[in-house]
């Protein structure tokens, strides 16, 4: 008879051995044959195929038929069963919302949207949420509409466990408990808030400007001005979520600095930015207007970057141009300035990237 602690004990090496397995799956993507398997994880390819055929009864993984190399009998491969579910970001503020969907890896299976819209009120932008995570759900190229994970952008701030706990931006949306209420409208999901910046920057690290082991300043231009520091490749979050928040602080006067910028925009900040001639002093007095804030950061963190974002390309690229030289007296070692090519779209692109984090933590938790 097998004693208890033995049967623990294989109990422990099976879900360990199935762990490999999967993790190998999920970093390479596949298809995988059972030798390549157990060269990677250094397990037995006897144990390989026996973890193998338990994940494919637990539908964790697919199997196929790989094309042969040579004349002899063709592999089978397998992949993570990434299709069996949907992640999903969001970024959401009081002028509109914007989504994007992809499978438990994170491989985009719906394009970003995104509307525009008054959502101010925290029972607007509770509908907003779920008709777009709805729409995703619906666009979607997975072979299943079961949303695993939902991740939601928001300007404010997020603690630790992913709650919203302050915003000057959209205090309605507290007041409603729109977390509580997404709980509800999708109790089987895996729902997390963040900063809507913190996501860009999250974003910037994984496919975009900051490089995985940098230090950097994401400055983000679009209805308000937002900041993000990221330390040796970790997006800086602080005790209470709000590290970056340099535009609380009044005498910055970010705010001040995009109104003076908007009036002088008679046509509208696109075609200002766009148009080259007569427009330089407005885009130097907006950058010498911010300076102090982004030069604040820059002192903090010692940064081998300041990332410039904005939805509009020649925003980034003029503003990047402009903040360079006003960096030169407020910084003792003038960071590179660089643009972002995610552009509006980071926020959604990090909101995802936290889903898939979710949705693998979710599927190597389930019991096979």
């Known amino acids: 008879m097998t004693s208890p602690a033995l049967g623990t004990d294989l109990a422990a090496m099976r879900r360990l051995n199935g762990q490999a397995v999967l993790t190998t799956l999920w970093d390479e993507g596949g298809p995988l044959t059972a030798s390549r398997l157990a060269a990677s994880t250094e ?17 964790l993984i697919r199997s196929e038929q790989l094309r042969p190399r040579g004349a002899g009998r063709p592999a089978r491969g397998y992949r993570l069963a990434a299709d069996r579910g949907v992640s999903v970001g969001i970024d959401i503020g009081p002028h509109g919302i914007a989504g994007i969907a992809g499978d438990l890896r994170g491989t985009v299976t719906a394009p970003h949207r995104r509307l525009e819209q008054d959502l101010s009120g925290g029972a607007d932008a509770v509908t907003a949420i779920t008709e777009i995570v709805e729409a995703l759900l619906e666009e979607s190229t997975a072979s299943t509409r079961e949303l695993a994970a939902l991740t939601v952008g928001i300007p404010g701030i997020v603690d630790a466990d992913g709650h919203p706990v302050k915003t000057t931006v959209v205090p309605d949306w507290l007041a409603v408990d729109i977390d509580a209420h997404l709980r ?9 808030f963040d900063n809507d ?12 400007a900051i490089g995985a082991d940098e230090t950097a300043v994401l400055l983000r231009i679009g209805n308000r001005i937002s900041a993000a520091s990221v330390v040796e490749g970790r997006v800086a979050r602080g005790a209470h979520g709000a590290a970056g928040e340099i535009g609380a602080l009044q005498r910055v006067a970010w705010p001040q600095a995009q109104q003076r910028l908007s009036a002088r925009a008679e046509d509208g900040l696109e075609l200002l930015f766009r148009r080259h001639g007569g427009s330089e ?8 207007g911010i300076a102090d804030g982004l030069g604040a950061l820059v002192l903090a963190i010692d940064p081998h970057a300041v990332v410039v ?5 020649e925003a ?18 003038v960071p590179e300035l660089r643009t972002s090519s995610l552009g509006a779209a980071a926020p959604c692109l990090g ?10 933590e979710r599927l190597f938790s389930q019991e096979y």
């Open 43 to 59: 397990l037995s390819r006897t144990t390989v195929e026996a973890v193998l055929a338990e994940l494919l009864d637990a539908d």
């Open 184 to 192: 509800r409208m999708f109790p089987d999901a895996t729902i997390t």
């Open 197 to 208: 910046t913190k996501l860009a920057a999250f974003a910037e690290i994984e496919n975009g």
């Open 281 to 288: 002093e407005a885009i130097a007095e907006f950058a010498a």
């Open 309 to 313: 974002s904005s939805s509009i390309p």
């Open 316 to 333: 980034s690229d003029r503003l990047a141009d402009a903040l360079r030289s006003e960096l030169a007296g407020r910084a003792l070692f």
């Open 351 to 360: 909101a995802l990237a936290v889903s898939s984090v979710a949705a693998r």
